[in-house]
């Protein structure tokens, strides 16, 4: 298994660019989500999915957009670049199996964007 | 909005000394997540703790669940270099599920000086 794959590893974008982050996971997971990690604030939610065709806005969703249509991929659009979405963006995805905490959070290796 | 507080944020201590890190909030928590990220890569589970005064150890890394389940802490006995990360703690507030129930700290930098 390749886990949870995310691509490009790093970008630079122009403010008011678009684009699209890649996330991929080939273990059946039926949660996954994004999260952006910036220096003294930790890992914030932006967007996460419960299962395809199911999604839902996290702790910072503003200017991105998710969607889910199938298992395996999530992708993360930025609609127009601005600086303050320069971050380290990773991928994450964990599977319920009715437990009673919260499962492992799987991560992928990360996108690391600059927004000039 | 659950808030954990980690500290230290930094520490850089030599090889073999002992050291601990806390997680600590205002807020019970269902379970409580230890992560440890190395440079350029994504956070990697080390443990879920999930009983209150629960402890569980992984070799050299001992981590307990406070009795109230509001805070944890990760003791490294005889640190050696390969423990240098970033230790992130993670809080869920609702049994089961993913990421919308999880509350990251901030982390704490950890240097072994060789």
């Known amino acids: 298994n390749a886990g949870v794959t995310q691509t490009p590893k790093f970008q630079v974008l122009k403010t008011g660019q678009s684009m699209t982050l890649q996330c991929a996971q080939d273990?059946?997971?039926?949660?996954m989500s994004w999260y952006r990690q910036d220096p003294g604030m930790g890992l914030r939610l932006i967007h996460y999915s419960v299962g395809a065709g199911i999604t839902d806005q996290g702790e910072v969703p503003n200017g991105y957009n998710v969607s889910r249509s199938t298992t395996e991929d999530f992708p993360l659009r930025l609609l127009s670049a601005a600086p303050s979405q320069t971050s380290v963006y990773f991928c994450a995805s964990s599977y319920f199996g009715g437990r009673t905490y919260t499962d492992t959070q799987y991560f992928g290796p990360g996108t690391r964007l600059t927004v000039l | 909005t659950q808030l954990l507080e980690q500290s230290p944020q930094f520490l850089s201590i030599q090889e073999g000394e002992n050291l601990t890190v806390y997680c600590n909030s205002s807020?019970?928590?269902?379970?409580l997540q230890w992560y440890r990220q190395e440079p350029g890569e994504g956070p990697v589970l080390l443990v879920t703790?999930?009983?209150?005064?629960e402890v569980k150890k992984l070799k050299r890394l001992t981590f307990q669940f406070g009795d109230a389940r509001k805070d944890s802490s990760l003791h490294i006995t005889a640190a050696q270099t390969g423990d240098t990360g970033l230790y992130l703690c993670a809080g869920a507030k609702h049994s089961g599920g993913g990421a919308d129930g999880l509350t990251f700290g901030k982390g704490t930098h950890l240097i072994i000086q060789p």
């Open positions: 807020s019970v928590f269902s379970s």
């Open positions: 703790v999930v009983t209150g005064g």
């Open positions: 273990m059946n997971h039926e949660y």
